[in-house]
Antibody, heavy 116, light 110 residues
Framework: QVQLQESGPGLVKPSETLSLTCTVSGGSISSYFWSWIRQPPGKGLEWIGYIYYSGGTNYNPSLKSRVTISVDTSRNQFSLKLTSVTAADTAVYYC??????????WGRGTLVTVSS | QSVLTQPPSASGTPGQRVTISCSGSTSNIGSNAVSWYQQLPGTAPKLLIYSNNERPSGVPDRFSGSKSGTSASLAISGLQSEDEADYYCAAWDDNLNGVVFGGGTKLTVL
């Protein structure tokens, strides 16, 4: 069955760029919308943005100036870059598959801590 | 503060029916479909309900969703101990041009 797996550094310094990759296994990335969602420790969920397999993107307005989501269909991966991070960006980051309106498959999530 | 409003907590006893509410506005719930997610402790969220009242394959029919105007509800009947989790509602928001979530409701099975 299709599985999603996040990967990337667990620790990022303030003002630097957070970079994560989601690898899709057991199925093709060439359909669906592919999203990033985060959850600060002990708090709720926040949608970061999505990319369609053909490359179209849409970002949360509150993060838009700092976010880039890209897709590599040859590797069945999509990626997140978040620039100029602060402690407020510390969270579990999830990648997810779905439509524009809901997410039907989630990765296990990866904790990213912003600290010097 | 979340765009969609949920009660922070809910509780029930085994076998009981509980409902969790989700309140929004005309730009989100009022004009778009609602989805619901279950997050068991220490795990990733799981899709429970989409398009207001549709259940993905594998989700028990004890879980049901409804929507009226700018509010939505998740109902869980025949409550079981394994239903103890956080529950989140979500919807597209036309003003923000993105997905918004509720703050989550922690369900305790007494």
């Amino acid at each position: 069955q299709v599985q999603l797996q996040e990967s990337g550094p667990g620790l990022v310094k303030p003002s630097e760029t957070l970079s994560l990759t989601c690898t899709v296994s057991g199925g093709s990335i060439s359909s669906y919308f592919w999203s990033w969602i985060r959850q600060p420790p002990g708090k709720g969920l926040e949608w970061i943005g999505y990319i369609y397999y053909s490359g179209g993107t849409n970002y949360n307005p509150s993060l838009k100036s700092r976010v880039t989501i890209s897709v590599d269909t040859s590797r069945n991966q999509f990626s997140l870059k978040l620039t100029s991070v602060t402690a407020a960006d510390t969270a579990v980051y999830y990648c997810a598959r779905g439509t524009r309106r809901y997410f039907d498959l989630w990765g296990r999530g990866t904790l990213v801590t912003v600290s010097s | 503060q979340s765009v969609l409003t949920q009660p922070p907590s809910a509780s029930g006893t085994p076998g009981q029916r509980v409902t969790i509410s989700c309140s929004g506005s005309t730009s989100n719930i009022g004009s778009n479909a609602v989805s619901w997610y279950q997050q068991l402790p220490g795990t990733a969220p799981k899709l429970l309900i989409y398009s207001n009242n549709e259940r993905p394959s594998g989700v028990p029919d004890r879980f049901s969703g409804s929507k009226s105007g700018t509010s939505a509800s998740l109902a869980i009947s025949g409550l079981q101990s394994e239903d103890e989790a956080d529950y989140y509602c979500a919807a597209w928001d036309d003003n923000l041009n993105g997905v918004v979530f509720g703050g989550g409701t922690k369900l305790t099975v007494l």
